[in-house]
């Protein structure tokens, strides 16, 4: 038989949610109602002009002259055409620049495939916990070095003495629901370029930005084009959960330490191992730059923000101490009375209500919980009154 991938072994023996949707399981066998305000997974319908979209797009397929076969690894021109001209005007993107992927997951999972083992990799901590499995999965394990999220910080990312080679960040952030503030991300980039370190720039969540000092896209700050590759997607803000698309931007100029395109290196590892987003999709992911679908969409993402500062405000009310909830849907929620996250965690869930254990995002995570506002507002309102007899 063949030998185990040693580095999937140095994995954590269950992903977060797989074990938290365990104890959700062993809660609905006592036939109670679940309160879900954890996995940050949508609760209202695909906008309508979404679904016409995929539903024209499915009958192009009964003939001959509109069928579609295979599409392009990266993406079709129409719906990159609609990312450029929509998302990155003025911002000096190229349109082979752009590419279409299989949902944030993939890409995050995937690109740091493209470099050595021995590159130091800086990751927030807490964070989203593929981006550390990912560069285990690589062989990376002892090299990661973590960019602390604290409290006494304001959750903001600090530059670390050292030289890193990758760093990951995510703004609006999952999971302390906080965003960086432009002078930061500008650090960022400065620190980037003068150690030729390269940023994976998670915005998986821009649409619920509201504060006016906080950048959409990281390369709205100079000089970002040289150092960062950004991520986006149509998941949250347009309900695609289970449909799987969102897309990257890779600049062309972006280099490796042997002078290799990292453009190049990323066209040519997806034409090998992604097969592309199939037609349908990508036609549902153009329609929402429609104007009907830009006004349903806005609606769905202030109906998830309307319940964040709703949950936000009652929490506050309650004496817990919280954070987030003002540029995204999350709300990161210290732990009362020194409890650790998990044993808060369970107290929660006694009373039916799922929230996700800080210290499932790293270490740094320990002595909060997140709650997300993308449950239903009644949901929202029914673990807030039961919240009162915590």
């Known amino acids: 038989m063949p030998k185990a991938n040693s580095n999937l072994l140095n994995l954590k023996k269950d992903y977060l949610f797989n074990e938290i949707e365990k104890k959700v399981l062993l809660k609905k066998k006592e036939n109670k109602k679940i309160l879900n305000l954890g996995i940050g997974d949508i609760s209202l319908p695909l906008a309508s002009s979404i679904i016409d979209a995929m539903k024209l797009a499915i009958d192009e397929m009964r003939d ?12 079709y021109t129409f719906l990159k055409q609609k990312i450029l001209d929509n998302d990155y005007k003025n911002l000096d993107i190229d349109i082979d620049e752009i590419f279409i992927s299989n949902g944030m997951k993939y890409s995050i999972s995937n690109i740091s495939d493209l470099f050595s083992q021995n590159s130091k990799v800086g990751i927030i901590n807490p964070a989203y916990p593929v981006y550390v499995d990912s560069n285990i999965m690589g062989g990376r394990k002892n090299q990661i070095v973590e960019i602390p999220l604290i409290e006494k910080n304001n959750f ?75 991520m986006r997607s149509f998941s949250k803000n347009a309900g695609f959960t289970s449909l799987r698309c969102s897309y990257l931007i890779v600049p062309k100029n972006i280099k490796t330490h042997e002078n290799v395109s990292i453009n190049s290196l990323w066209k040519r590892y997806v034409d090998t191992k992604f097969g592309g987003i199939s037609y349908p999709i990508q036609k549902a992911a153009e329609a929402t730059y429609s104007q009907r679908a830009i006004s349903e969409i806005k609606n769905t993402v202030d109906t998830y923000m309307k319940g964040a500062k709703f949950l936000y405000e009652n929490l506050k009310n309650l004496n817990f101490e919280c954070f987030g909830g003002q540029n995204s849907p999350y709300i990161w929620c210290k732990c009362p009375d020194n409890l650790s996250s998990m044993k808060f965690f369970d107290l929660l869930l006694e009373k039916n209500i799922v929230t996700v254990p800080g210290i499932g995002f790293g270490r740094h995570g320990e002595g909060f919980v997140r709650f997300s506002a993308f449950a239903s507002f009644e949901t929202i309102n029914e673990a807030i009154n039961k919240l009162k007899n915590i």
């Open 64 to 75: 001959k002259k509109t069928l579609k076969g295979y599409g392009p690894s990266d993406g």
């Open 156 to 230: 903001q990312p600090i530059i670390p003495n050292e030289t890193l080679d990758l760093i990951y960040l995510c703004s609006p952030n999952n999971p302390t629901g906080l965003a960086y503030t432009k002078k930061i991300l500008k650090s960022w980039v400065d620190y980037a370029i003068k150690n030729r370190s390269l940023i994976i720039f998670d915005g998986a969540y821009e649409a619920f930005i509201r504060s006016e000092n906080i950048v959409k896209s990281i390369y709205e700050i100079d000089g970002a084009k040289d150092v960062a590759i950004e």
